[in-house]
């Protein structure tokens, strides 16, 4: 006898719980795999922030502090660098390229980041994905602009629209630097990452909108046009962090080690992944919670198919009996809610898994434009042990209707009245 045909013809008579079933089965596959998805990409997302840069340096504080100042964007720094000690930095003979930041201004809210075109040049992110324009270009004039993906899209902006940056993170209107607009010179495309909420400007242009100001106040009586203050000295006096490119890898410990033994400044250099690492360790809270949210998705799936397994049960005892009857052993019967569970698990788990291909294809864009979240299609190694887990599962619980089909299949069945 036949039991995986015997499991096809039985199923086919119930189809519609047992289409149910199966979509209960597939919503919770699709929730497992969801979170555990988008919990593994956004801390991939996260650890690759700055994918292709060895040595984060800034003023001494503390690993995670710079981090989240010249990276993230959260606080303030605690003090500058020099242009002075950046240049001795960038001369080092292990230095490829370096990227230098200033930080300290604002518009609508949106940070605003000094720094030079070699920003998009060596700038990495994720598997090493470089910059790319949506729109536009890189800033050419001293009052060029370039915004992130995040700016435009909330903000509205495009290439040629004009903005006036503001002194500080958002001050009152006194604060602004009304008298040196800035135009939009490009616009780029979705990371992911903080670039998306930044608008970047020039170092010089930087040194521009404060040839009036001294110690975060405006002179009083100075007021230098823009055109004028094309014509003055703009080469940058201090600069807030800077990211560091290597020759080789294997000079990164050296070089951190001259750099935080610096004498002439107190400086701080950290490897970013390490620094992501220590970052990512103090939002373990959320990733464990999403964790306990994905159990319990998989405990509701498979108590939903084992409520509505021993619900069908009552109803098939004249089939158990019957079988019993045609001569089918008491194992038979027990195997027969086994391969039940196992197949309906596994037909679940197939649709759940296809119906997330299919929503992270089509909301890809949709959450990299507006969560930041760049969810990746191809599924990883561990959600291949978390579908396993529900396989077998799903298997156990066949268990216990098998073991209660396999007690009472005779004599409880043969009593029922036809």
């Not at 990495?124 to 050419?140: D, I, N, Q, T, V």
Request: some cysteine; glycine content about 8%.
């Amino acid at each position: 006898m036949n039991v995986f045909s015997i499991t096809l013809k039985s199923l086919r008579q119930r189809r519609t719980g047992v289409a149910l079933t199966v979509i209960t089965i597939a919503l919770s596959v699709f929730l497992l795999l969801g979170v555990e998805r988008v919990r593994t990409d956004a801390r991939q997302s996260f650890a690759s922030t700055v994918s292709g840069t060895d040595l984060l340096v800034g003023a001494r504080s503390g690993p995670v502090n710079l981090l989240l100042y010249a990276v993230f964007h959260v606080g303030e720094a605690t003090n500058n660098i020099t242009w002075k000690t950046y240049q001795d930095i960038r001369a080092m003979p292990e230095v490829a390229w370096t990227v230098p930041l200033s930080l300290g201004d604002s518009h609508r809210g949106f940070r605003v980041t000094g720094t030079t075109s070699d920003f998009f040049l060596h700038y990495r992110y994720g598997a090493r994905k470089p910059l790319a324009f949506a729109a536009g270009h890189a800033f050419s004039d001293l009052y060029d602009a370039v915004i992130g993906a995040e700016v435009a899209r909330r903000l509205h902006y495009g290439v040629g629209d004009t903005i006036v940056l503001a002194h500080g993170l958002g001050g009152p209107a006194t604060a602004l630097h009304s008298d040196k607009p800035f135009r939009i010179s490009g616009v780029l495309a979705p990371t992911g990452t903080p670039v998306d909420a930044t608008i970047a400007v020039s170092l010089e242009a930087i040194e521009a909108i404060h040839v009036d100001w001294r110690s975060g106040v405006r002179l009083p009586g100075m007021t230098s046009s823009a055109d004028q203050a094309r014509h003055r000295d703009l080469t940058p006096k201090a600069i807030t962090a800077c990211l560091v490119g290597l020759r080789s890898r294997l000079s990164a410990f050296a070089v951190q080690r001259a750099l935080n033994e610096y004498p002439d400044e107190a400086l701080l250099a950290v490897l970013p992944g390490v620094a992501l690492g220590e970052l990512w360790h103090l939002l373990g809270t959320a990733e464990n919670a999403l964790r306990v949210v994905s159990a319990m998705v998989v405990l509701v799936g498979i108590s939903g198919m084992l409520t509505a397994l021993l619900a069908m049960l009552n109803e098939r005892r004249r089939e158990m009996a019957v079988l019993r009857a045609v001569g089918a052993s008491t194992r038979t019967v027990f195997a027969l809610l086994v391969a039940e569970s196992t197949l309906l698990t596994l037909i679940g788990m197939v649709a759940g898994g296809v119906l997330l291909f299919a929503v992270t294809l089509l909301a890809h864009d949709y959450l990299l434009a507006n969560a930041g979240i760049v969810l990746n299609a191809t599924p990883s190694a561990q959600e291949g042990w978390l579908l396993l887990s529900v396989l077998v599962l799903g298997s156990l619980s066949g268990c216990i209707p098998g073991w209660i089909a396999y007690r009472r299949s005779l004599a409880d069945g043969l009593q029922v009245r036809l």
